[in-house]
């Protein structure tokens, strides 16, 4: 079976799997929604067809007995019961397991899942086909495409057919035989067939109207998330080239080029939020799984829950969304099991024995807010302040002095829980740090409320995007930074007459701000800047929030807000907790992206202990700058060094496993030959030591190796050349460790062993093919096909576009096209090629379903060079090979003559 039909499958089985566990759990409390039981049974059977075509004969096994019950549910012959929507939730199971199993191993799970066909075949056998409908259940609609005959698990579903498929017929008053209603042409909505009578126009209206309502997927097309990134990276980058020409414009009152200026900052504004709506999801997307989840948490827990979600189709940025699936789920898996009480125990205190989860999530300026909020038992304030005495985070006089909004964000410190037993699923309070931290990495803050008895309220605040952000810019101690403009509340200048408003408490300096204290921190202080700040002048304080509280930054200088690009951190400072990023202003300088949250936990000694704090700048002032240096002993007994990251692999060779091939060296290394060039002019050979140590360098297929006399150490060290050499293959000299140290040429010793090795990265398969195909599937199965094995791909859903594409000026190494295609086929299409004088030529292969002779003969006679049925990856890739070598053999023979 071949890769790249795998991988598609599995996409689009996931897509479809995704939202089927919400909908079963619909479906089991909406028994009598035909459109539900329509849409589950079309996934499965969508997925046992496929299967059949591709040859997973264990899902594919498993998806005809899921579908068997799911179609006696569809026909009302078997009744929709938590207990037979059980047993179809694990035969999704056991498909998603395989479907895992594929995914990871490439091969179906060994599982046996023969038992679970047992029952699901049990169930829907238990049923007598006579077509007796179960009493309490309407009469669900069903379409030709869900009533195809038993032999269509081995036939492929195409999901772009099956998108267009037509919609659902009203049910004769006499059902046709299975096989004669698939087998028949789709019935178009203008006709009417002759088996049912005409419906009234009154009749008429409902049901169109639902059937004429298209899902967002079939609205959509599926881009890959790569190519989303680099588009948004591009953005960024034009974003930061208007940033650097908005300050020229600023710098000359009367430019010339201040209107294309202005235009261009207007059409990457507009750019900018095209492209961030690409990336934009529902949040719902984030919520597929938690109906599920609930469900399963109620049966092994006994308790019962109703989970409303409202503002599932609130929209936000990608990578926020894949930051909070995590958090969500725990967040809901803890007021499941820890915040709704046992039916008993709610009906002994007044409650409905039902509890409630609402989860709901709307926009709110700039962010989205999500709630989490259970009426459940709430969270009992007095066992969280014994279980934080008893972990010594408060002494028992604190204690005493605490209020309830101080005592609730102890429940988000590392490891602090207040269940009285290790539960399988949660405890309120296990992993919220972890929960918090999520959260607050991201930009957004948790915000937790509680009523005992009553019910708890978790409150998540997310920005709407992480990638271009508007930032405030600030100057502290002569350097610029970034502070997010989400976490900035206000602005507050104090002029220097008004600095005696500054108080201290103990050894923090606050500032009495409306009636409440606000502590201070010098931004320069805290990343140990000069201050630059003398009694005469004014200071600015930036307000942030972080979490519940607000803090002031105070700077020397307070600049104009900007759009930045958020670029991530290298990785010397991805461990510095004060910096979340770095951007490039408009000036271009490069400055960091403070991290407030981070500036917090500083200021307040919980990041780490000042001696550990002290350490890790120590470490880092060591690093910053630095290279990996491998030092070397060539053989005359000096040392050498080559920056670590050119190195592939340090090996050893016995050195009898040294062989001459003329006179060059060479040793058997994985299955081929390793050509070898020693440091010194010296022979390491006679005088070397034993085993041989070799410096490997490799890049694709090419590997050569160096022969030293010892491999001494690996140092990390500012690599600076302090004199240029004239030796050849040495850079120059640098001070390493103290010592005078060669740094040698990696280029002159690749070269002199092995001349040709950039020349090999651009072998023939470097080839530019032109896919014309109106299939979207099939023009995807080609190009996965084709660029798995090297080939550059443009892909053209008609000839005419290619033809327009072609007289544009585009040119390409060879054309693969069908031959049956709207407004001009392939047979036209290959006539106009060979028409031109540019591409008389070109290689051409048909792809087709056609397989007459007569057809085969046809396409020769306009141009085709082969003519291939669809669709056999491997014979493809194989055809491709064999016309480029018999090409290049043509054009060697004529250059001979």
């Avoid at 799984?289 to 979600?309: A, S, W």
């Avoid at 699936?325 to 009906?347: F, Y």
């Avoid at 307040?604 to 910053?624: M, R």
């Avoid at 660029?787 to 053209?796: A, K, L, P």
Wanted: charged share 25%.
């Amino acid at each position: 079976m071949e890769d790249e039909i795998i991988q598609e499958f599995l996409a689009e089985s996931w897509e479809n799997l995704v939202r089927l566990d919400t909908e079963i759990v619909s479906l089991e409390q909406n028994p009598e929604d035909p459109d539900l039981i329509g849409s589950i049974f079309r996934t499965i059977h969508t997925i046992k067809g496929t299967c059949g075509f591709i040859g997973l004969n264990r899902t594919g096994e498993l998806a005809h007995a899921t579908e068997n019950v799911l179609g006696k549910m569809r026909d009302k012959k078997l009744p929709i019961s938590e207990s037979s929507i059980s047993i179809v939730l694990k035969g999704i199971d056991g498909i998603k397991e395989l479907l895992q199993s594929l995914e990871a191993t490439g091969q179906e799970s060994t599982t046996d899942y023969n038992p679970l066909i047992k029952e699901l075949d049990a169930l829907s056998d238990s049923v007598e086909d006579s077509g007796a409908a179960v009493p309490g259940l309407n009469q669900l609609p069903t379409s030709s495409m869900d009533m195809q005959s038993e032999s269509a698990a081995n036939s492929f579903s195409n999901p772009f057919d099956e998108a267009m498929a037509p919609a659902p017929e009203p049910e004769p008053a006499t059902p046709a035989p299975q096989a004669s209603v698939s087998a028949a042409p789709p019935v178009l909505e203008a006709e009417v067939a002759p088996p049912a009578p005409a419906p009234k126009p009154a009749e008429q209206t409902e049901p169109v109207e639902g059937v004429a309502r298209k899902s967002v997927a079939d609205l959509s097309i599926r881009v890959n998330v790569d190519v989303l990134d680099s588009l948004m990276n591009l953005v960024g980058e034009l974003v930061l080239t208007r940033n650097q020409l908005l300050q020229l414009a600023r710098t000359e009152e009367e430019s010339k080029y201040s209107h294309s200026i202005s235009h261009l900052n207007r059409v990457t504004t507009d750019l900018q939020e095209g492209v961030m709506k690409t990336r934009m999801q529902p949040i719902g997307n984030a919520w597929s799984k938690l109906p599920r989840l609930v469900r399963d948490l109620c049966q092994i827990t006994g308790r019962h829950i109703d989970l409303e979600m409202s503002g599932s189709e609130t929209e936000l940025d990608r990578t926020v969304l894949d930051a909070i699936k995590d958090p969500l789920t725990h967040m809901v898996r803890n007021s499941a099991d820890h915040g709704i009480e046992l039916p008993e125990v709610r009906r002994d205190s007044g409650k409905p024995e039902t509890g409630t989860i609402n989860l709901n999530a709307y926009h709110e300026g700039g962010h989205v807010i999500i709630s989490i909020e259970d009426d459940g038992a709430g969270i009992n304030t007095d066992r969280v302040l014994q279980k934080a005495i008893q972990n010594e985070l408060v002494t028992e006089a604190e204690a005493a002095k605490m209020t309830q909004s101080e005592i609730l964000p102890m429940i988000f410190h590392p490891g602090f829980s207040t269940a009285e037993k290790v539960s399988s699923v949660s405890g309120r309070g296990v992993g919220m740090d972890v929960v918090k931290t999520a959260i607050e990495q991201i930009g957004g803050t948790v915000d937790l409320a509680t009523n005992l008895g009553k019910g708890t309220t978790v409150r998540i605040k997310i920005p709407l995007t992480l990638a271009i952000i508007s930032a405030l810019v600030v100057e502290s101690g002569g350097e610029c930074f970034a502070i997010p403009q989400l976490g900035v509340v206000e602005l507050v200048r104090l002029e220097a007459e008004d600095r005696q408003k500054i108080e201290r408490i103990h050894q923090h300096e606050v500032f009495r701000l409306r009636d409440r204290l606000l502590p201070l921190v010098y931004l320069s202080d805290t990343l140990e800047l000069d201050r630059a700040l003398t009694d005469e002048d004014d200071i600015y304080i930036v307000v942030v929030q972080v979490g519940e509280n607000q803090l002031g930054l105070i700077v020397s200088e307070v600049f104009d807000t900007e759009e930045i690009v958020v670029k991530p951190m290298g990785s010397l400072l991805k461990d510095v907790a004060i910096y979340q990023g770095t951007t490039i202003l408009g000036d271009g300088r490069v400055i960091m992206i403070l991290d407030v949250a981070g500036i917090a936990s500083e200021f307040n000694g919980l990041q780490k202990s000042p001696q550990d704090h002290s350490n890790a700048e120590n470490e880092f002032d060591q690093s910053n700058d630095t290279t990996s240096l491998l030092l070397f002993d060539p053989g005359n007994q000096t040392t050498m060094a080559v920056p670590l990251s050119l190195v592939a692999r340090l090996e050893e060779f016995p050195r009898e496993s040294i062989e001459r091939s003329g006179n060059r060296l060479i040793v058997q290394y994985r299955g081929d030959l390793l050509p070898l060039q020693p440091v010194s002019e010296m022979d390491i050979l006679e005088k070397g030591p034993d085993p041989q140590p070799v410096i490997v360098f490799s890049e694709g297929d090419c590997s050569m190796g160096l022969l030293v006399n010892e491999i001494k150490d690996i140092l990390n060290e500012r690599l600076d050349i302090r004199m240029q050499s004239q030796r050849e293959g040495v850079l120059g000299t640098a001070i390493v460790n103290n010592c005078a140290t060669d740094i040698i040429d990696t280029q002159y010793y690749i070269s002199s062993i092995v001349p040709h090795w950039y020349d090999r990265a651009t072998d023939h398969k470097k080839l530019d093919i032109l896919v014309v195909d109106d299939s979207l599937f099939f023009r995807q199965l080609v190009t996965t096909a084709l660029e798995s094995n090297g080939y550059r791909v443009n892909t053209q859903s008609s000839a005419v576009n290619a033809i327009e594409m072609i007289e544009h000026g585009e040119r390409f190494d060879f054309i693969i096209s069908d031959i049956e295609m709207p407004v001009m086929d392939g047979f036209a299409f290959a006539k106009w090629v060979r028409g031109r004088s540019d591409m008389s030529t070109i290689p051409m292969i048909a792809m087709t379903s056609l397989s007459a002779k007569s057809d085969e003969q046809y396409a020769e006679q306009m141009g085709f060079n082969r003519f291939l049925k669809k669709f056999n990856a491997k014979q493809l890739i194989d055809t491709i090979e064999e016309i480029v070598r018999s090409r290049a053999i043509s054009e060697s023979g004529a250059r001979a003559s």
